[in-house]
C-alpha cells in the first residue's frame, strides 16, 4: 500500500484486519503532537510536498498543498466527513459507467467508516462567534445553514486544524486507523518514497523506492518490496507520476486532473469577533451545490490570510490589528468545467498544468457575492475581497451585484485548493479511464488505486469520506479476489 492517506491508511487497516500481510509506505514522518507548529510557514515547509510551494500552471498559478506524513491530508485538514450526494453519483454513473456508486449501495461502506472514525456534528459549545455569525447570516438571506460534520472526539475549538490539532482530537489517519492496523500485524514504513513499479509483463509485482531523511529530505538507500497485490494510494499528484515513470503510458493516466478552486473573504464587524476561537469550520450552505457552489465558515493562520488585504506598510500593518473584529467565510466551486493534467518530468519531478474555465469564474464570483450579501446582513462594517479588478474595500450590500457583474478572469483571484481528483478515473470505458469501479487497473493485473484521482468528476462534497467509503468496498472486494 503506498500511501497513508484516508484511503489507503483506513484500506491497510481494513486488509490487516481480514488476516492478510500488509505493509503500508509513506513518504513523509511521523508527526508527533509535539511537532506541531502554529507558524503556518514551518508548518508547510516540514510536512508538505515540495515544501508546500506545489502549484498548478495553466492559466493562473494556484496554491495546492499535499502532505507529506504518516496520516497524509487527514492530519492537517479540517476534518470535514461529507458524503458524495445523489447528483454527483448520478453523475458518475452516467457520464462514466461507474458501478455500484449509488448512495443506496454506498450507504453501508459511509455507515461502517463514520462509526469507526467517530463522525459527529460540531458541538454548539465550540462553535464561536465566527462560526455563530455564518449560521445567522445564512438565514437572514434565506438560505440554509448545516452544522458540519467532523471526525473528532472532545474538540476544544482551538481553530487550529490546519496546523495540526494540538490536543490530538481530530482522529487523523495517524490517530485512528494506523495503530488498529499495526496492532492487528501490519507494518509502516515511514520516509520511504516509492517512485516505481515493479514490473513483469502486464503484472505489478510490488514497488521500488528509497528512503528519504525525514526534514533534510536526503535521499538515503534504494528499497524494493514484492507484493501479491499493490495499491497506489499516492494521491491525484503522486499516483499517475508513478504509473507513468513506470513506463504505464496510457492516455487517460495523469489526464483529467480536477479542484475544488476557493476563495476566502474577510468581513470587518464593529464588536469583537476573535476569528480564531471555536471550530476551524462550524457550519457550511449546501443549498447550491448542484450549481457547483458551496459556501462555509473558515479559520486558517492569520499570515496565510493576510496577503488578501490592501495595502502595504503602514496601511497594512492597520487592516491587520482589526484581525479580532474580522470574520473570514470562503467559497469554493465544483471545478467541473475546469480541467488539467499531471506528467512526469525527468527521475523525480512532475508538471502540473491546470485551465479555470470562465464558468467556474463565474462561479467564484456568484458565491463572493452572496457571502457579501450575508455580511452586511448581519451588519458587517465592510469587506475585503482581495481580488485585482474589484475595490479593495467594499462598503455596503450593493457590492454584491457589482461582484457577480465583473469582468472577471482567473488570474484576478488569489485561488487556492487542496481538494485533488480525477487523474486516474474510474469507469468502465478502458479508454477513457485508469481503473474500472472497482479500483483495478486497466490492462494491468494486480494493481488497485484508492485515492481521490479515482474520482473521474466532482464529488460536490469534501472527498475524504468519499474515498474511505470506497476504500471500505474496496476490502471487500480484495478479500474475495486474493
Not at 456508486?101 to 459511509?110: F, G, L, N, R
Request: neutral net charge; proline residues 5%.
Amino acid at each position: 500500500m503506498i500511501g497513508s492517506g484516508p484511503g489507503g491508511a483506513y484500506l491497510a487497516k481494513r486488509l490487516t484486519e481480514q488476516g492478510r500481510s500488509v505493509i503500508l509506505v509513506e513518504a513523509g514522518p511521523v508527526v508527533r503532537t509535539r511537532d506541531f507548529h502554529k507558524d503556518a510557514g514551518s508548518t508547510l515547509s516540514q510536512y508538505f510536498m515540495e515544501g508546500g510551494l506545489r502549484r498548478t500552471a495553466g492559466n493562473l498559478y494556484m496554491p495546492t498543498m499535499q502532505a507529506r506524513c504518516l496520516g497524509g491530508g487527514s492530519v492537517f485538514n479540517s476534518a470535514i466527513c461529507m458524503r458524495t450526494p445523489q447528483f454527483a453519483a448520478d453523475k458518475w454513473s452516467r457520464d462514466h459507467g461507474v458501478l455500484g456508486i449509488d448512495p443506496a449501495a454506498m450507504d453501508p461502506y459511509y455507515e461502517r467508516v463514520e462509526q469507526f472514525m467517530g463522525v459527529r456534528k460540531v458541538d454548539p459549545s465550540i462553535q464561536g462567534r465566527r462560526n455563530e455569525l455564518f449560521r445567522v447570516a445564512c438565514e437572514e438571506v434565506g438560505i440554509n445553514p448545516t452544522v458540519i460534520e467532523r471526525n473528532e472526539e472532545g474538540c476544544r475549538g482551538s481553530s487550529n486544524c490546519f496546523n495540526g490539532c494540538p490536543t490530538r482530537a481530530k482522529k487523523s489517519l495517524d490517530v485512528r486507523g494506523v495503530p488498529e492496523m499495526i496492532e492487528a500485524g501490519g507494518r509502516v514504513y515511514t520516509s520511504l518514497r516509492a517512485d516505481t513499479l515493479l514490473m513483469e509483463g502486464h503484472r505489478v509485482r510490488g514497488i521500488e523506492g528509497y528512503t528519504v531523511e525525514p526534514f533534510s529530505k536526503r535521499p538515503g538507500q534504494r528499497v524494493r518490496i514484492t507484493a501479491k497485490c499493490t495499491i497506489l494510494a499516492a494521491g491525484a499528484i503522486a499516483t499517475p507520476v508513478i504509473m507513468q515513470r513506470s513506463g504505464i503510458k496510457r492516455d487517460p493516466v495523469g489526464r483529467n486532473l480536477q479542484f475544488h478552486p476557493g476563495t476566502a473573504l474577510m468581513g470587518l464587524f464593529e464588536d469583537e469577533i476573535a476569528p480564531w476561537s471555536g471550530a476551524t469550520q462550524g457550519y457550511h450552505c449546501l443549498d447550491f451545490m448542484e450549481e457547483g457552489i458551496k459556501l462555509e465558515s473558515l479559520w486558517v493562520a492569520p499570515s496565510l490570510l493576510a496577503f488578501r488585504f490592501p495595502g502595504i506598510g503602514k496601511r497594512l500593518k492597520e487592516m491587520l490589528s482589526r484581525y479580532n473584529h474580522m470574520a473570514s467565510w470562503a467559497v469554493w466551486v465544483s471545478g467541473e468545467d475546469s480541467k488539467g493534467r499531471v506528467r512526469a518530468r525527468g527521475r523525480a519531478g512532475h508538471d502540473i498544468q491546470y485551465h479555470i474555465a470562465q464558468k467556474d469564474v463565474q462561479r467564484m464570483q456568484d458565491g463572493m457575492a452572496k457571502l457579501i450579501e450575508m455580511y452586511f446582513a448581519v451588519g458587517s462594517r465592510a469587506v475585503y475581497p482581495g481580488v485585482y479588478g474589484l475595490p479593495d474595500e467594499i462598503s455596503d450590500a450593493s457590492g454584491a451585484e457589482l461582484v457577480q457583474r465583473a469582468k472577471l478572469s482567473p488570474k484576478n483571484f488569489p485561488i487556492a485548493s487542496n481538494h485533488v481528483f480525477g487523474s486516474t478515473s474510474m469507469g468502465e470505458d478502458p479508454a477513457r479511464h485508469v481503473v474500472d469501479s472497482s479500483g483495478a487497473a486497466w490492462e494491468l493485473d494486480d494493481l488497485y488505486i484508492c485515492d481521490t484521482g479515482i474520482f473521474p468528476s466532482t464529488p460536490a462534497a469534501n472527498p475524504m469520506l468519499t474515498v474511505m467509503a470506497i476504500a471500505d468496498r474496496m476490502a471487500e472486494t480484495l478479500e474475495s479476489r486474493y
